[in-house]
Every structure is written in structure tokens, then in C-alpha cells.
């Protein structure tokens, strides 16, 4: 309806003679993170099709339109790759995992000394593992070096890499760059709880400031400013 004036003055609703109306139908539901929302809401995929109308009444088809992603929260249309965006849920569980990996990666690297196994500790507590403890971390440890042959003080191998990527890789396009980097500045100081840096704990951490697309220059300042006392 369009606004309009009666000859006494008064306003009086005009209908819309021409216009396009979208039927939409249902194919896909689930939950997603909402940029409108900024939170996790249910959601429904959308798809369209189009028909132009005379005087509110559906005459001619204008085509398909969509897909579409409507939250159920404020009813706001997204196109699909919002979707990409992990929900509040999974994006804590990736960087549990991812410093959880980290954190293994380098007392791999560097062993097991007790003051680098209260670091890691403390971080993956820190991450969301609220009962991992100095000897679980210890046994994992151990456990991957029975798995894969791998002895201390090597340097990164292709089977560690593959995991460290795998953990990282998907986690890194939605960190800030000082969340990139917060999570290398925690291996670094594993690494450094025992003391100076190893040229194994070393490739290990520029492997990971290679996944979390960190550039080496700033790997490079990063591991030299974890050495300086906060």
C-alpha cells in the first residue's frame, strides 16, 4: 500500500499496482554463528522463486533467487557463506585443540622437563581443558613417541606437521592477529620454560607460525620477545 491524501485531507492507503513478491521454501536447517545476533542461533536455507504482481496478485514467474540464510533470531537474509563462519561452539573447540596440539608439539620437541609441563599445562588449561594435568600431557607425549619412532630434540617432522596444520589451518582465517599470535607467544614459552630455545622446539614453533599464517619475520620478533619477561 502507498500513502495518500482524500480531497477532506485525511491520509488514505493507496494499493501497490505493480511489484515483485518471493515465495521461499524451506531446504536445510542447523545453527550457525549470527553476525546480526552475535551469537549462535538456529537458522533455515532458503531458496526463492520470484513473481512479478498486479495489485498484490502473482501473474509472472521472475526467476529463482537465493540460497539464503534466514536466522531465526532476528529474521535477517545472509547469503550462504555465512555459514563458514564456526559457531561460538566449535570456534572454542578449535583452539582448545589447536593449543592443546601446540602445546604436545613442543614438549615433544623439547621433552619433558617439569617446568615446560606446568607451561603447557597451564595454557591448555587456560584454552578449556580445565582437568589436563602435568602427567597426561607427559603420557601423551610419550604415547606419540612409541606411534611414531620420534625421539626428542628431532627436528619437525612431516607426520607432526600434518597436525600442527590440521589443528591450525582451519582456526587461523578467523583469529585476530593478536590472537595468531597469542598462540605461538604460548609455545614459545613451553619451549623456554626449560630453558633457551632448541633447534627442534625452534622448527617446531616456525611450523607453527607458518599454519597460523604468521609471516617468518614476525615468528622471528615473536620467539625473541617471549624471551623477555612480562
Same mark, same amino acid.
Given at each position: 500500500m502507498l500513502?495518500g491524501?482524500?480531497r477532506?485531507? =485525511?491520509s488514505?492507503?493507496?494499493?501497490?499496482?505493480? @511489484? %515483485?513478491?518471493t515465495a521461499?521454501?524451506t531446504?536445510?536447517?542447523?545453527e550457525?554463528?549470527?553476525?546480526?545476533?552475535g551469537?549462535?542461533r538456529n537458522y533455515?536455507?532458503?531458496t $526463492? =522463486?520470484?513473481?512479478?504482481?498486479?495489485? @498484490?496478485?502473482p501473474?509472472?514467474p521472475r526467476? &529463482?533467487t537465493?540460497?539464503?540464510?534466514e536466522?531465526? @533470531?532476528?529474521?535477517?537474509?545472509? @547469503?550462504?557463506d555465512? !555459514?563458514?563462519?564456526?559457531t561460538?561452539?566449535?570456534?572454542? &573447540?578449535? !583452539?582448545?585443540?589447536?593449543?592443546?596440539?601446540?602445546?604436545l608439539?613442543?614438549?615433544?620437541?623439547?621433552?619433558?622437563a617439569r617446568?615446560s609441563?606446568?607451561? +603447557?599445562?597451564?595454557?591448555? =588449561?587456560?584454552?578449556?581443558?580445565?582437568d589436563?594435568t602435568?602427567?597426561q600431557l607427559?603420557a601423551?607425549?610419550?604415547a606419540?613417541?612409541?606411534?611414531?619412532? =620420534?625421539?626428542a630434540?628431532?627436528?619437525c $617432522?612431516?607426520?607432526?606437521?600434518?597436525?600442527l596444520h590440521?589443528? !591450525?589451518?582451519?582456526?587461523?582465517?578467523?583469529?585476530?592477529?593478536?590472537?595468531?599470535e597469542? %598462540?605461538? !607467544?604460548?609455545? &614459545?614459552r613451553? +619451549?623456554l620454560?626449560?630453558?633457551?630455545?632448541?633447534?627442534a622446539e625452534?622448527?617446531?614453533l616456525?611450523?607453527?607460525?607458518a599454519a597460523l599464517t604468521?609471516?617468518?619475520d614476525d615468528?622471528?620478533?615473536?620467539?625473541? +620477545?617471549?624471551r623477555?619477561?612480562?
Amino acid at each position: 500500500m502507498l500513502p495518500g491524501r482524500a480531497r477532506n485531507g =485525511r491520509s488514505v492507503q493507496v494499493p501497490r499496482i505493480l @511489484g %515483485i513478491r518471493t515465495a521461499w521454501n524451506t531446504v536445510g536447517d542447523g545453527e550457525f554463528f549470527c553476525p546480526g545476533c552475535g551469537g549462535d542461533r538456529n537458522y533455515q536455507r532458503l531458496t $526463492g =522463486r520470484r513473481r512479478f504482481t498486479v495489485v @498484490g496478485v502473482p501473474v509472472l514467474p521472475r526467476g &529463482a533467487t537465493g540460497p539464503v540464510v534466514e536466522c531465526s @533470531g532476528c529474521r535477517r537474509h545472509y @547469503g550462504a557463506d555465512v !555459514l563458514d563462519h564456526p559457531t561460538t561452539t566449535r570456534f572454542s &573447540a578449535m !583452539l582448545r585443540d589447536a593449543v592443546h596440539t601446540v602445546a604436545l608439539a613442543v614438549l615433544a620437541a623439547g621433552g619433558c622437563a617439569r617446568p615446560s609441563l606446568e607451561t +603447557a599445562a597451564c595454557a591448555v =588449561r587456560s584454552a578449556g581443558f580445565d582437568d589436563c594435568t602435568e602427567d597426561q600431557l607427559h603420557a601423551l607425549v610419550e604415547a606419540l613417541a612409541a606411534d611414531t619412532g =620420534r625421539v626428542a630434540g628431532e627436528p619437525c $617432522g612431516a607426520s607432526l606437521a600434518i597436525e600442527l596444520h590440521e589443528a !591450525l589451518d582451519p582456526l587461523a582465517p578467523h583469529l585476530a592477529p593478536t590472537g595468531r599470535e597469542a %598462540i605461538l !607467544l604460548q609455545g &614459545a614459552r613451553t +619451549a623456554l620454560a626449560d630453558g633457551p630455545y632448541t633447534a627442534a622446539e625452534r622448527d617446531v614453533l616456525a611450523t607453527v607460525g607458518a599454519a597460523l599464517t604468521i609471516c617468518s619475520d614476525d615468528v622471528t620478533r615473536l620467539l625473541a +620477545a617471549a624471551r623477555t619477561p612480562s
